[in-house]
């Protein structure tokens, strides 16, 4: 009988020790992802840099890691950038995107001194400009494009078509979105533009979608260079490194995706006569995803006559990814994890569903797993991008603990919300 353990503890004690649902990271692995990113990236190209997407998890203990890694951050929001700067991240290596951003966001961002603003629409430039000036600073920021690739994932992670809600079309044409707004911003005293972002999509397995995005791009970047005398002296690639789903699968290593990314860069820099600009890459789910766990006690087991349900004391409210866009997970029961998988003696299928009043409150839809009883506990792997940072109060579900944990040492990083948390703020 296999007992798991996750940062060197095993889940039954860390379950008890700190109640369920819980979510548990292996610091461990975030390190080692940071290693291999800079082995396989910073050390091996030069004038690179790595931002993380901190929308894929982003609590203070985080940003503390990341930087510590030697890692920047990319937010979202005015709480994503308070999030960081409150933990003492250096605003210079953060940048700021966002499709729409507020003016407070965008003046917070100035006046922190974030490192650069990723311009999603051109409009933003007139109210970065003014917040500059005020600040006697000049913001550099870069502009965002959408290549016009299809990405070969969900839809709703899809993010680089040209009739996307993010970026401006890839168009060097004369009066285009594009071009305007970069002459605008040459017009702007207090403005730096310093190159181009793009982001085709997340959980990608192929590199086909990044090397035809970049082939557009460097096509771009030779025709900004040609019609406006641009130079990209920066490009962003964004992330969407995928996560493997089954912790027996080995992980997608970064090379896989970065050696094609740069060898194509550099390639189309040399046919196109430009200099090559500074490299960043923006992951998130693929440096945080597969270090985390959320761990869950069986409430109860329904055999209906063509389905079991395993239902747990969490669910969509911990984790909407499979309610969102049919998110793949695996489980098993923590003090069995090698065990026999139950097949229900009706044949049909296990699905693990949360306490949530919906029907599409679902963990995983067809599962494979240990036969469990109420009291038992589970693991879910996987679970680190994405769950917490999209976890919601619904039914009045306080929101889980998460648990850093690494060599046997665990500690609590963001506490169990309590039930005076649910009501914090309200009218009596
Ligand atoms: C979501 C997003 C990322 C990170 O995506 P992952 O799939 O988590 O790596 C990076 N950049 C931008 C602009 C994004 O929207």
Redesign the pocket.
Known sequence: MLRLTWGGIDCQELAKRFGTPLYVFDTGIIRSRCKELRDTFFNRWPNTKVRY?G??FLIRAMARLIHKEGIGL?V?SEGELYTALSAGFPPEDIEM?GNAKSRREIQYAVESGVGRI?VDHPDELKTIEEFAAKAGRVQKVMI?VAPGVDAHTHKY?A?GSTDSK?GVPADSREGSMLTEAIKFARECQHIDMTGL?F?V????FDTGDYTKSLEVILRLMKDLKDNLNFTTRELNM?????AVINPSVPAMKSEFYTEPMMKTLYDGCKNFGLEVPCAIL??????I?ESGITLYTVENVRELPEITYIAVNGGMSDNPRYALYQAEYNAVKVDDADGEIYRPKNGGKVSIVGKCCESGDILIDDAEIQRVKPGDVIALFNTG??TFSMSSTYNCLPRPAVIFAENGEARVVAERQSLEDIVRGQAE
């Open positions: 997407a929308k894929a990319d979202v995107n990723i965002r992670i993010t993010f972002h982001h999509g997340s959980q990608l964004g992330g969407g490194f995928g923006e992951p998130g789910r693929w440096i995803s991008a994405y």
